[in-house]
Nanobody, 120 residues
Framework: QVQLVESGGGLVQAGGSLRLSCAAS????????MAWYGQTPGKQREFFAS???????DYADSVKGRFTISRDNAKNTAYLQMNSLKPEDTAVYYC??????????????WGQGTQVTVSS
């Protein structure tokens, strides 16, 4: 079974920075697209950033120019560098990955989330 584990969340003042990590563990799999989403209680989970296996990135307008998604394929890890953080960025951040397992099956996986709180 593949697992995604997020880390790097915490409390930061507005204007500060955080870097989130998402590490995939397991055996005999290939990670295709990876992405970061955020969710606030009572709100729908929203897309923030994604990166393909070839390194092509996409960003939501709300984070464009402030957040950078990257990946280290050797470590099966994706990162989200968050700069110029705003209070409205406060959310539980979830890592997402499209994964092809050893038997050729494609599955989508979610991490359990890491809390990011930005104080004003």
């Amino acid at each position: 079974q593949v697992q995604l584990v997020e880390s790097g969340g915490g409390l930061v003042q507005a204007g500060g920075s955080l870097r989130l990590s998402c590490a995939a563990s397991g055996s005999e799999f290939r990670i295709d697209r990876m992405a970061w989403y955020g969710q606030t209680p009572g709100k729908q989970r929203e897309f923030f950033a994604s990166i393909t296996g070839g390194g092509i990135t996409d960003y939501a307008d709300s984070v464009k120019g402030r957040f950078t998604i990257s990946r280290d394929n050797a470590k099966n890890t994706a990162y989200l560098q968050m700069n110029s953080l705003k209070p409205e960025d406060t959310a539980v951040y979830y890592c997402y990955a499209d994964i092809t397992t050893h038997d050729g099956n494609e599955r989508l996986y979610w991490g359990q989330g890491t809390q990011v709180t930005v104080s004003s």
